[in-house]
């Protein structure tokens, strides 16, 4: 079936920063790629969209300049965490679907800023 | 705007009993709706999904979902639990949103099984 990779899996770094988590679609093209972010025991929260080619569509309350979203191509979308801070702290997942695709999700990337 | 909710935070049962999970949604038009799990440090695994047709979908692992239009429900149930469905639930609604068809996640429900 249709595999999202999600890489790294888990990152700690400094306070300050800059973070790169890469989402792939493994073997179908993602016109779409979704970012959510989890806190721990919470639910899963859309950070935002990110249709190829185009902008990001960021959701109400998410920095758009504190997370960069690029999705140049169909198998690829990376977000960075710039100047990372530990507030920012958690566990991102990134979903991609295609044409007649449901979403599927990556494995996550578990970010711990000391 | 749509929404999930899912009422029971935690819940534990025993080993081979009967399981439901429940979800409410609130959504104008017929909606997508997903159960997925999530083991610790994991992502996400779809079990079932319901876009349209028969109101009862069978999912993998056992898991079976059914659609209540009436009252905007999609419970899931497993007639024997194991051990290994200790995990997170979640239930999410699909909307058609200005193309985005971004899902919204419900609270979730954590799993624990009883030996």
């Known amino acids: 079936g249709a595999v999202v990779s999600q890489h790294p899996s888990r990152v700690i770094c400094k306070s300050g920063t800059s973070v790169k988590i890469e989402c792939r679609s493994l073997?179908?093209?993602?016109?779409?790629m979704f970012w959510y972010r989890q806190f721990p025991k919470q639910s899963l929260m859309l950070m935002a969209t990110?249709?190829?080619?185009?902008?990001?569509?960021?959701e109400q309350g998410v920095e758009k300049d504190k997370f960069l979203i690029n999705h140049a191509s169909l198998t690829l979308s990376t977000l960075t965490v710039t100047s990372a801070h530990p507030e920012d702290s958690s566990f991102y997942i990134c979903?991609?679907?295609?044409?007649?695709?449901?979403?599927?999700f990556g494995d996550g990337t578990r970010l711990s800023i000391l | 705007a749509q929404s999930v909710t899912q009422p029971d935070i935690h819940i534990t049962v025993s080993e081979g009993a009967s399981l439901e999970l429940r979800c409410n949604y609130s959504?104008?038009?017929?909606?997508?709706l997903f159960w997925y799990v999530q083991s610790p440090g994991q992502g996400l695994q779809l079990l079932l999904k319901?876009?349209?047709?028969?109101?009862l979908v069978q999912g993998i692992k056992g898991f079976e979902a059914e659609f209540k239009r009436s009252q905007s429900s999609f419970n899931l149930r497993k007639p024997s639990v194991h051990w290994s469905d200790a995990a997170e639930y979640f239930c999410?609604?699909?909307?058609?949103?200005?193309?985005?068809?971004?899902?919204?996640f419900g609270s979730g429900t954590r799993l624990q099984v009883q030996p």
């Open positions: 979903s991609a679907r295609g044409l007649n695709q449901p979403q599927h």
């Open positions: 073997d179908f093209q993602a016109t779409t």
């Open positions: 990110s249709n190829e080619g185009s902008k990001a569509t960021y």
């Open positions: 959504y104008g038009a017929t909606p997508y």
């Open positions: 319901y876009f349209s047709g028969d109101t």
């Open positions: 999410a609604v699909g909307v058609e949103d200005t193309g985005r068809r971004a899902l919204t």
